[in-house]
Every structure is written in C-alpha cells, then in structure tokens.
C-alpha cells in the first residue's frame, strides 16, 4: 500500500479528495454559489457511490461467510 492510503479509499478517491481541496482553496471566496454548489454536489455523488459499494462488499462478505459456516456445519454433522 502506497503512503497516503488506506482501506476503502480506491482510484477514484482521489477525485473526491482533489475537489475537498478546491473548496478549501482561499480563491474559494471569488466562487459564485453555484460553483460551490456543484463541487458539494459532486463530493456528496461520490461519497454516497463509496458508501454504496462498502455495503455491497460488506454483504457478499457475509453471504461468503454464511455458506462456509453452514459448509462446516454439515460437515462436522454428516
């Protein structure tokens, strides 16, 4: 793993971070609304896509973990 990041963050994180960026910017000020509003609009698009895809991976990991408990049971039974 490269310095910088981490678990849950992938290619595209650093979109989100780059646009986290340039709302900080102090140019931010010189921004009309709905410039800002766009950018806010795109962080919380990708923000909702990330949280989407966790809640998949966490249920396929659940679902992996479910057929291999129910697989040893059955084993262990028979």
Known sequence: MEPGNS???GEGWS????LIDL???PDASDW???RRDRILQRVLVRIEKD???????RAFAAGASTVLIIGLLAKLIS
Do not use: I, L
């Open 15 to 18: 979109n989100v971070v780059h």
């Open 51 to 57: 949280r989407q895809r966790r809640q998949v991976m």
């Open 32 to 34: 009309d609304a709905e």
């Open 7 to 9: 678990w849950g963050r």
């Open 23 to 25: 709302a900080r910017t």
